[in-house]
């Protein structure tokens, strides 16, 4: 990416990577994301989080458009509130998938999410405060009959890296298996599903090359959009795995580490 042109497209991982620890936008990370909309850019969060999760986020960003949320199993548009594009785990995959899951890990339990809603088994024990009134109990997440975004494992005697390294394997092609940094926690989602695939997708809607695309991250979910884009920066808080992959690095997230890159660009055009 040339120093004298700024890109068209920022893609930025929300948690751990755009927002502070306590889960805001600092005033400097919306004014460098505003000025980089006034030089061109459009912002595109690319993200593990539902929609639901989005919303407050980008009005605290001042940011609108679409966003690739669930880890890039679905398109919302933040203005209108609508998931413009989905694509769900295919419920045959989903059961082999939990097959493989309770053999690796057993006590494993699951959760799902509809693009909505969640849904959790007895097993499934976390909870996000801000996300109890979209819980749902279910004796079993496989026979709701919703949309299967994202399949969540969670084991808390193993910690994420654990769980990649025990299922990974046994899942194979069946899914895309991750993680965005919460313990014990896999995030499990239809095979050639990423954020970069997404990204791509709307990125080629825009005419735009990867190569007009900066993008920062800090966990392995977030790895493909950093190898994806034209100058990919991970987190200086990031998951080893990134941090040893990513061409760039920024500061921390609670150094305003997007904005200090989007500032540089800024003043070198």
């Known amino acids: 990416m040339s120093t004298r042109t700024f ?46 999760g989005v919303r407050e986020i980008a009005r605290q960003a001042g940011v609108t458009g679409a966003a690739v949320c669930s880890n890039g199993a679905i398109v919302y548009d933040i203005a209108s509130d609508e998931i413009t594009a989905g694509s769900p785990l295919a419920p045959e995959a989903a059961r082999k998938v939990a097959e493989a899951l309770a053999q690796a890990l057993p006590g494993v339990g699951l959760a799902v999410e509809t693009g909505r809603n969640v849904l959790v088994e007895s097993a499934y024990t976390r909870r996000v405060e801000h996300d ?66 997404t990204l791509d997708r709307l990125c080629a809607e825009r005419g735009v090359g990867a190569g007009d695309v900066v993008a920062f991250g800090d966990m392995p979910n977030d790895l493909a959009v950093l190898r994806y884009a034209g100058a990919g920066y991970a987190m200086a808080n990031a998951h080893p795995a990134v941090l040893s992959a990513a061409a760039h690095r920024t500061l921390s997230n609670e150094e305003d580490g997007v904005a200090a890159v989007l500032e540089h660009l800024l003043a070198t055009r």
């Not at 979209?134 to 969540?152: C, N, Q, T």
């Open 132 to 197: 109890l009134d979209f819980y749902r109990e279910v004796a079993s997440v496989l026979d709701a009959g919703l949309p299967i975004v994202k399949l969540l494992a969670l084991s808390p005697a193993h910690t994420a890296d654990e769980m990649f390294a025990a299922v990974a394997g046994v899942v194979g092609d069946l899914a895309e298996v991750t993680h965005s940094g919460v313990e014990g926690l896999l995030e499990i989602s239809a095979p050639g599903v990423t954020k970069a695939v």
């Open 7 to 52: 890109p068209r497209i920022v893609a930025t991982d929300l948690d751990g990577t755009l927002l502070t620890d306590a889960g805001t936008v600092s005033p400097r990370t919306r004014k460098a994301l505003q000025d980089a909309r006034a030089a061109g850019a459009e912002i595109i969060f690319v993200t593990a989080r539902a929609p639901r």
